[in-house]
């Protein structure tokens, strides 16, 4: 009985790791292409012609909106944002959620431990993002106040990191 127990765990072990094997053979697009949340984000991708970028080598860390998050922008936001004549700006805004570099959640708390509280994030973008724990979850906000709160974090690819956000971020 115990030989049996012990060979359905090494095979449990076995599909695990190889499971998550076959997760990180995945990049960032692949990743957020995969989640039923993401499909905004995206159609997004695709419209700015980012996808060649977000499979590239990297590593980048990803914050993530929901479709939940593109929801909460004004009416026709989004409608407008992927009209071809807007990817410029659209390119911008999607940037602004990508820092270059793999930062899992325990770097980013780290960083925000060692800045005292918050921890400055330069974005592909070229902008800032100011990350701190607030209520026990980190919470970024953006040049213009815009916060958006962390809801999932280390959805690990092979060329980085995505964290799930509950807001859209928006560059200056």
Sequence with gaps: MKSIKNAVLFVAATFLCINAMAQTKKDIVDVAAGSKVHTTLVAAVKAADLVATLKSKGPFTVFAPTNAAFAKLPAGTVDNLLKPENKAKLASILTYHVVAGKLDAKTVL?????????????????????????KGKVVLTDENGGKATVTATDLKASNGVIHVIDAVLMPK
């Design 110 to 134: 780290a960083a925000i431990k060692k800045g005292g509280g918050k921890a400055v994030l330069t974005t592909v973008e070229g902008g800032k993002l100011t990350a701190e724990v607030v």
